[in-house]
């Protein structure tokens, strides 16, 4: 079902060689010699490879990755929930603080209507059943009266 694997020849591969051109003389401009410090002047590597060639060249420095920053002790998860767990605590305070007042402040209110109940009660009943007589009014006599042809005689 699958081809068999068939290993061939490598194929010839052409190598090509490029001459450098040189400049004209007229074209190159002296560099301006700068003192160097020992050890700035990178260094020359040589590579062989595969096919045998040889590449020479500066080596190149690889940046180095900037350090990772210190983990704190505690990861901020934990520190989070922390957080979290003492503000439910001072939230549940307050609701109970608040509760606590609502409560007060209802029985204050009732007892501020049961007294006001009492003094009005007592200010009506002072002033039906008064102790002292009749002061001014109209009094009116019941007496036997006739009527005749539902006209009342008096």
């Not at 081809?3 to 400049?23: K, S």
């Not at 002047?41 to 900037?66: C, F, K």
């Not at 609701?95 to 003094?119: M, P, W």
């Amino acid at each position: 079902m699958y081809p068999d694997h068939v290993r061939h020849a490598p194929a010839e591969r052409a190598v090509t060689a490029y001459q450098p051109t040189p400049l004209p003389p007229a074209a190159v401009h002296p560099a301006p010699v700068l003192p160097v410090q020992p050890g700035t002047v990178p260094a020359v590597a040589s590579i062989v490879l595969p096919d045998g060639r040889i590449v020479t060249g500066y080596a190149i420095d690889h940046p180095q990755p900037a350090p990772l920053a210190a983990k704190p002790a505690v990861s901020r998860a934990a520190v989070n929930v922390a957080l979290g767990g003492v503000g439910f605590l001072a939230v549940c305070g307050g609701l109970l603080l608040l509760t606590s007042f609502i409560a007060a402040l209802t029985a204050f209110i009732t007892q501020l209507i049961t007294l006001a109940a009492v003094i009005f009660g007592g200010w009506v009943a002072v002033q039906v059943l008064g102790a002292g007589g009749h002061k001014g009014g109209t009094t009116v006599n019941i007496r036997r009266a006739v009527f005749k042809r539902n006209h009342f005689h008096g």
